[in-house]
């Protein structure tokens, strides 16, 4: 397997995020990555990362680029979107910024970056919020609403399949962890009005095609009586709705 980091990078390392096809995805925090294969516990060459970059100590066309403490998500149709600097590079400096960068994107393999509602949403140094999303999915891992239970105290129970996605879907090189590896529910009335609810609980947090799971939820404060569809979502990928009827008794006891 390639070397990822080295002394002049701080011994820094980006994101590892786990691919649909199930192996990891470990980018470097110079230009290269890596795959790993649990399933024959073996390792791979990963595509390198190239850019061109310009500033005022000159130019290079084939920049190298590499993620030491940087964002990466993983897109609901299985493509790796990340951040990288160019820091491997003889002429980088502070103040440098990318003309463009050619960053290679990883097929049946996604500031701070996290999935939602299959959008990734990013926090720049100025406090200011951007959504990066894409239309397409990979239906294979849509989670699906077996049952919703209306419990005691306002606790509704849900049950399916495939509630936690297929990946944790979010990453922050060696510093932190922004784990998506739980169910996101929604609920949409008909004048399309969206209430997220807040979900504990899970039975499970593993990820990929688990066959059978369990999560309780409470309902937005802002929801009223009336016909909702209850989504799911997991790593950005959304279930079909179900039709679920909230009742003053429900209401009352949130």
């Given at each position: 397997?390639?070397?990822?980091?080295?002394?002049?990078?701080?011994?820094?390392l980006g994101p590892a995020l786990r691919?649909?096809?199930?192996?990891?995805?470990?980018?470097?925090?110079?230009?290269?990555?890596?795959?790993?294969?649990?399933a024959n516990n073996s390792w791979a060459?990963?595509?390198?990362?190239?850019?061109?970059?310009?500033?005022?100590?000159?130019?290079?066309?084939?920049?190298?680029?590499?993620?030491?403490?940087?964002?990466?998500?993983?897109?609901?149709?299985?493509?790796?979107?990340?951040?990288?600097?160019?820091?491997?590079?003889?002429?980088?400096?502070?103040?440098?910024?990318?003309?463009?960068?050619?960053?290679?994107?990883?097929?049946?393999?996604?500031?701070?970056?996290?999935?939602?509602a299959g959008a990734v949403q990013r926090?720049?140094?100025?406090?200011?919020?951007?959504?990066?999303?894409?239309?397409?999915?990979?239906?294979?891992?849509?989670?699906?609403?077996?049952?919703?239970?209306?419990?005691?105290?306002?606790?509704?129970?849900?049950?399916?399949?495939?509630?936690?996605?297929?990946?944790?879907?979010?990453?922050?090189?060696?510093?932190?962890?922004?784990?998506?590896?739980?169910?996101?529910?929604?609920?949409?009335?008909?004048?399309?009005?969206?209430?997220?609810?807040?979900?504990?609980?899970?039975?499970?947090?593993?990820?990929?095609?688990?066959?059978?799971?369990?999560?309780?939820?409470?309902?937005?404060?802002?929801?009223?009586?009336?016909?909702?569809?209850?989504?799911?979502?997991?790593?950005?990928?959304?279930?079909?709705?179900?039709?679920?009827?909230?009742?003053?008794?429900?209401?009352?006891?949130?």
């Open positions: 397997m390639p070397v990822l980091t080295a002394p002049e990078l701080g011994f820094e691919l649909q096809d199930g192996r990891a995805f470990v980018i470097g925090a110079n230009q290269h990555t890596a795959l790993y294969n649990p060459d990963g595509p390198d990362i190239h850019g061109v970059l310009r500033n005022p100590f000159g130019t290079l066309r084939h920049a190298n680029f590499g993620a030491d403490d940087a964002p990466a998500a993983l897109m609901p149709n299985g493509h790796v979107l990340l951040a990288a600097d160019a820091g491997p590079n003889p002429i980088a400096s502070t103040a440098e910024r990318p003309e463009s960068a050619d960053l290679c994107c990883v097929r049946d393999a996604n500031a701070r970056a996290s999935q939602w926090w720049t140094r100025q406090s200011a919020l951007r959504l990066y999303g894409q239309r397409s999915t990979n239906r294979a891992y849509l989670p699906v609403i077996e049952s919703v239970r209306h419990g005691e105290d306002g606790v509704f129970t849900l049950t399916g399949r495939q509630l936690n996605g297929p990946s944790d879907a979010s990453g922050y090189g060696d510093d932190a962890q922004s784990n998506e590896n739980s169910p996101i529910i929604r609920l949409e009335n008909s004048s399309g009005l969206v209430f997220y609810c807040r979900s504990t609980d899970w039975s499970s947090v593993d990820v990929g095609k688990i066959p059978h799971e369990r999560v309780k939820f409470r309902l937005n404060p802002a929801v009223t009586p009336g016909v909702y569809q209850l989504f799911v979502s997991a790593g950005g990928i959304s279930s079909s709705p179900v039709v679920i009827r909230i009742t003053g008794d429900d209401v009352h006891h949130h």
